[in-house]
Structure formats: C-alpha cells, structure tokens
C-alpha cells in the first residue's frame, strides 16, 4: 500500500460562483493548510456553509493569506512525487483549485484525481463507513481541511488494509 496525497477544501458555498476559503494537503505525513483570503470579485456567501465550517468571512479578510501566496506556497510544499492529489470530491476541489490558480495567475503543479478511482468500487463502502465513524468519533472539527484530509487518510488506509488482510486469508 502506496502512501498517497490528499488535498481537502472548504469553500464559500455549493454554487456556480463559489470559491475556496480553506485548502489543506497532507503528503510526505505532513499536513499544512491555509486560510484563503477572499478576492475582490469573490462574492457569494452561503451562511448554511458557514455553518457548516464555522469560517467567517471576518476571520478571511483577517487572517487569511491572498490567493497567490497560497497558491505558490501550496506549490512550494509539494514535491515531484506529489504531482496527484486524491480528493474525496474530485469535481468541487478540482474546481475550487482551478479558480484559486486563475485569481493567482500562476500555474499549479498537481492535478487532482478520485480517491473512490484509487481505491476501486469494493472498498467504496468500507471507506465511506469507516469515514463516517470517524467523523462521529469526536476526533475531529468537521468540515475544516486539514481534520478532513485525516479523516480521508485514515479511511483509505483502513480500506486498502481491510481488503489487503481479508485477501490474504
């Protein structure tokens, strides 16, 4: 079993015009996120997201960093092994990541795939279960990156074991 990257992102809303307020990836067993600062024509706001995450947009425009600091840094922390990123929603992250990389105007080194493409439709359940138990354990702030990314790993890796031990039998 391959260690894997794994990027995870809040965002402002489930819309069109949403865009990322927290990225955060874990490769090479370190976990780093960023506060993403909203550009100028980032506008929609949807309070049920925030509710969800908890994230202002007072606490961005204070502590956030600009989109192109995150971008770069984001860059910066990625190595050449870390040119896939696994997402538990391939098609919003993807997205959200294209729109911080546009306002940036820098290019991204990574691209993002499926982490349910990784792991195959016979472990789908057993990751999906096993993430959900973690989210009821209490040992994570859901729905903010970086206790995403951990729970994301920790059910890959329950997944890619459960299947690996159960074959071996």
Known sequence: MKEIAIIDIEASGLHFDSYPIEVAVLAGGEC?????????????????????????????????LPALDVAQQLNDFLSESDTVLYSDAQYWDDDWISTLYFAAKIER????????????????????SHKAFLAKSGRFQQHRAADDVQMINEAYLHATQFLTSNNEH
């Open 109 to 128: 080194f990574f691209h993002i795939e499926s982490i349910y493409e990784l792991i195959g439709a016979e472990r789908k359940h057993i990751f999906d």
């Open 32 to 64: 780093k996120s960023w506060l993403i600062k909203p550009e100028p024509n980032w506008q929609y706001w949807c309070e049920t997201a925030e509710s969800l995450h908890g994230i202002s947009r007072a606490l961005l425009e204070d502590e956030g």
